[in-house]
């Protein structure tokens, strides 16, 4: 795809602004009732979905030109794709996220690009990480753990850890936990240990699909070498990148995030929890497991008029408006322990409200970024809970850092921590 | 234009940097596509709102204040807008101004006791009805939908809606407001000016509601309104709605006091009578001739789609096919829907008893399909809230209605269908979508309740296809011929040609002249350019604020 070819949408996008919105029918108060971080921000149409279309189409058109501020309007979009869920409560023939991810590799194509962002770039092409960490250093999270290390040895599954989980020490735990937890199941699991890559995705959402393509070809390469068939993982970045992304470019392995498996040995009576976890949680879905987390459908077709003008396509177009993401898994989880209360915050599941990592925002809007995760911790604290569970390592070190930085008080788990003080 | 540097420092100074834009891209982003839908006045292929100088975001009504006095110290026009969601939110003219409200949005007071709320500009309704619901208050919701601004439909435009019926249009329920007029100055009407509190809209002195408002309202061309008060009405349900489902096929389960029906009729004349009798029993909550905005021939079947999350319009098709849905859309060619809520569980009863007795005596029906507990909460959280409204726009992206207009129920007895069959020739040219001919829409019931229906025939076409739009102005150019024929007058499809043409820019002042002397009551212009006299010496609106200068 090219940015042209979003050209008819550009024009059918009917300015209403749902996009800025959570689904209408879901608002239950007006303080939590937007949707798009950037928007509520910046305040311009031109950081809406909306105005995104209006200003591609402008620079289609050679009515406007690049600038600081049109470099600012397109890298501030986390991608977190609310706006797509609200657009789709009514429209079936518009992609807005894919809209916007179109722009962003059109800026970097025309080397509009961020300086924070091309940072990361050279640590992933020097490092194979995002987080300037030495590559011979990725698997030292799991050093003391009696794990396989793939390709040399062999597993049935392999637990891939990602980035942030194999660098960030006040996270790795999880990554552990995981691995400990799969194991005590008699889960015959690997990890590729210091030859783990970068999945590739968080460069993908700030614009650069040369640099996912490459590292989505090494992983699938490493994975069939290693005679990996599934994968899991506690990321929900790594997740949408393998369940997708990865697909159209070839993979055929299974994924899976944490919590559906966890949820399926709870489901086959493999896992009970004795421990009791006395405390009032709320769960964040995080973008990538939740409204994008749907699995992919193989899709290629045209578009096609039916009764004189109405757009539809040929064969039927695969629908991905966030109706079937990893919502219940988590909440089951947790549910299950004994002692946790589940309350919910007014946005979840597929209108939930972005962390503010995402699409490359933490690194290169960290005020930005900030802002958004402080609004996740209102939210979360308006609820009365003592903690803020996700299933993401991403959204975890910006509620943390967030935290830190305004005392909010609030504790941020993953969803496997509580497990693992369950069992 | 760029704006003079000392000229952009000076508003720079009003808002601060992060609140001011001239970068083209972001001004393109204030440009109105009139090829997507015109809102009654094209379409008009590849054509756009003029470029605006720059966009500021006030944050403060004293902030629009100095703006409004740097507009009349460099004679620079301005317009202000909530939401930008149709043609009349947006310039005439190059260089104007453009002032996006979106950072007022705050809900200033809820008086519960007293069933009004003030707000800002950027309130919209969706926002502001989830507030009102937790103290057992409800707004009205304009046709256009939630997502719309309060205080834009209440002060700039006529604010009509499926609950015209119990809870009065947003006209009806505009209290004071606080008016940051062309000149700068302020003013605050009703009883917020003596009293500081703004429960009443009127007093002491004479309204100067209509003067504010004008023919229509004033859409954004006489000054800036800052906050309004509006009136809010009865809300029986829960604190929240406990919406359920997977999306889009959101729905709500609402207590035993709630009902929501669609109703049909075998005649026009029946379909109109039961109108009468439903204002003169005075039962209902809200009424709206809905779904039929898909067509007459598509309606049940979108029903059917919007209401199961695996399908789409890929399955239309398929879905029209089925000759039960056939047997349904034919039991419901003229139909209307009517949400009934009880205050208590007698007051249901008896409103259920009077609409039966009224379906007995129009040999009128409940359309059973319609009351699947899946379509029936889907129909009651769709109108109750009006969150998808942008249904209008569901089959390629652009809308716009023919025909129609604020009047008696009974314009369905005497033109509605020729209008439609003359609609549905027209469809089968294959510009616009072929729904049946009768698309029409409209609150059952207009200003004060009753009396009166406000109707459209939506026409959607393909805003990227030429043929499409060029084709569809073609249409609209021959309902109004008809109309103007028939003695049925300009329909909607032209409302708004009197303020912009189709280049986007401002009507030639010949033009406007000749259609305001020709509209049934020129005097409301000849007023209005009094008015604008008077409290716009500068002229730093828009023709939306309609003027006949002809003496």
């Given amino acids: ?423 | 234009m760029t704006l003079p540097k000392h000229v952009y420092q000076a508003f720079e100074d009003v808002v601060g940097a992060v609140n001011i834009s001239d970068d083209p891209a972001v001004l393109d982003s204030y440009r109105y596509s009139l090829a997507h839908t015109a809102i009654h006045l094209g379409p008009f292929y590849n054509t756009y709102t003029p470029r605006g100088a720059a966009v500021l975001l006030p944050g403060s009504a004293k902030e629009v204040q100095a703006i409004v006095k740097l507009c009349n110290k460099y004679r620079i026009k301005f317009k202000a807008s909530s939401t930008f969601w149709s043609a009349q939110g947006y310039p005439s003219e190059e260089d104007t101004i453009q002032l996006d409200m979106r950072r007022m949005d705050r809900i200033l007071e809820l008086d519960e006791k007293n069933m009004f709320a003030v707000v800002e500009p950027g309130v919209i309704g969706a926002t502001l009805q989830a507030e009102a619901m937790k103290v057992g208050l409800n707004t009205h919701i304009p046709g256009s939908g939630c997502s719309c601004s309060v205080l834009a439909s209440a002060t700039s435009y006529f604010g009509s809606g499926p609950s015209n019926l119990y809870g009065g249009c947003y006209y009806d329920n505009l209290l004071g407001l606080e008016w940051v007029m062309p000149t700068g100055e302020i003013l605050r009407t009703g009883s917020v000016n003596s009293t500081g509190s703004w429960f009443c809209g009127e007093g002491p002195g004479p309204s100067m509601k209509g003067v504010a408002r004008g023919f229509l309202g004033a859409k954004g061309s006489m000054g800036v309104f800052t906050k309004c008060a509006i009136k809010l009405f009865a809300w029986p349900g829960p604190k929240t709605l406990p919406v359920e489902g997977v999306i889009p096929a959101y729905k709500v389960s609402l207590p035993e006091t709630f009902r929501a029906y669609t109703l049909a009729f075998p005649s026009w004349k029946a379909w109109a009578d039961a109108a009468h009798l439903i204002w003169d029993t005075g039962i209902g909550y809200l009424a709206h001739r809905q779904f039929n905005m898909f067509g007459r021939d598509l309606k049940f079947a979108m029903v059917k789609i919007l209401t199961d999350p695996t399908k789409t319009l890929g399955d239309l098709e398929e879905v029209l096919a089925d000759p039960e849905v056939q047997r349904i859309t034919k039991q419901s060619e003229r139909d209307f829907q009517i949400i009934l809520v009880g205050m208590t569980a007698r007051d249901i009863a008896w409103q259920d008893a009077a609409l039966d007795e009224i379906l007995n005596r129009t040999d009128g029906w409940k359309v059973e399909a319609m009351n699947v507990p899946e379509i029936h909460d889907w129909v009651l959280l769709y109108l109750i809230r009006l969150g998808h409204k942008n249904l209008n726009l569901v089959f390629s992206g652009g809308y716009d209605g023919a025909f129609g207009l604020l009047g008696a129920m009974d314009y369905g007895a005497a033109h509605a269908e020729e209008a439609a069959q003359f609609k549905k020739t027209w469809e089968k040219r294959g510009a616009i979508v072929d729904a049946g001919g009768d698309c029409m829409m409209g609150p059952i019931g207009g200003q004060g309740g009753g009396g009166t229906g406000l109707w459209e025939n939506f026409t959607c076409f393909d805003p990227h296809d030429r043929e499409s739009v060029e084709g569809t102005l073609e249409f609209f150019d021959a309902c109004t011929k008809l109309g103007l024929e028939k003695g049925w007058g300009v329909g909607m499809e032209k409302w708004n040609s009197v303020a912009r043409g189709s280049d986007g820019r401002t009507t030639p002042k010949a033009e406007r002249d000749r259609m305001h002397l020709s509209a049934p009551q020129p005097s409301v212009f000849r007023y209005q350019h009094k008015i604008r006299e008077a409290f716009n010496p500068n002229d730093l609106g828009d023709a939306y604020y309609e003027t006949l200068e002809d003496e």
């Fill in chain 1, 1 to 423: 795809m090219a940015l042209k070819d979003f050209a008819a949408e550009m024009d059918r996008c009917s300015v209403c602004s749902y996009c800025k919105w959570i689904p209408f029918d879901q608002m239950k108060s007006w303080r939590f009732a937007k949707n798009c971080p950037s928007v509520a921000y910046y305040n311009f149409n031109s950081y809406s979905a909306r105005g995104r279309y209006a200003v591609a189409r402008s620079l289609l058109n050679e009515q406007s030109e690049y600038s600081d501020t049109v470099r600012n309007i397109v890298h501030t979009c986390m991608t977190c794709g609310a706006c797509d869920v609200s657009c789709k409560v009514c429209r079936y023939n518009l992609e807005p996220l894919e809209m916007v991810r179109e722009l962003k590799f059109s800026l970097v194509e025309a080397e509009q690009v961020l300086d924070q962002h091309e940072a990361l770039i050279a640590s992933l092409n020097q490092e194979h990480n995002i987080l300037h960490k030495p590559k011979s250093e990725r698997g030292a999270w799991a050093d003391g753990l009696d794990v396989a290390r793939l390709p040399s040895e062999k597993a049935e599954i392999l637990f891939h850890a990602g980035c942030r989980l194999s660098y960030d020490e006040d996270l790795q735990k999880t990554a552990v936990s995981a691995v400990q937890l799969l194991k005590s199941m008699g889960v015959d699991v690997g990890i590729l240990g210091e030859k783990e890559m970068c999945c590739g995705g968080r460069v993908y959402s700030m614009g650069y699909r040369d640099e996912f393509n490459h590292f989505a070809d090494l992983n699938m390469k490493v994975w069939a070498n290693a005679g990996v068939k599934t994968v899991v993982t506690a990321c929900a970045d790594c997740y949408h990148a393998f369940k997708r992304l990865y697909p159209p470019l070839g993979s055929q392995v299974e994924v899976l995030h944490m919590v559906e498996f966890i949820e399926r040995l709870i489901q086959q009576g493999k896992l009970r929890f004795r421990s009791e976890v006395p405390m009032t949680v709320t769960y964040h879905d995080p973008c990538h497991l939740g409204r994008q987390g749907e699995p992919y459908v193989p899709w290629n077709g045209v578009e096609k008029k039916i009764k004189g003008q109405i757009i539809v396509y040929e064969p039927n177009k695969p629908r991905y408006n966030g109706a079937w993401g990893v919502y219940d898994p988590p909440r089951n989880i947790l549910r299950s322990i004994p002692g946790v209360k589940l309350v919910e915050m007014e946005r979840i599941r597929e209108y939930s409200w972005c962390c503010g990592a995402g699409g490359g925002v933490r690194e290169a809007y960290p005020e930005f970024s900030a802002w958004t995760a402080a609004e996740r911790i209102a939210e979360a604290k308006a609820t009365g809970a003592e903690a803020l569970v996700s299933a993401c390592p991403w959204c975890e070190r910006n509620f943390m850092d967030s935290i830190s930085a305004t005392g909010a008080g609030l504790q941020v788990y993953d969803v496997l921590a509580l497990v693992e003080k369950a069992l």
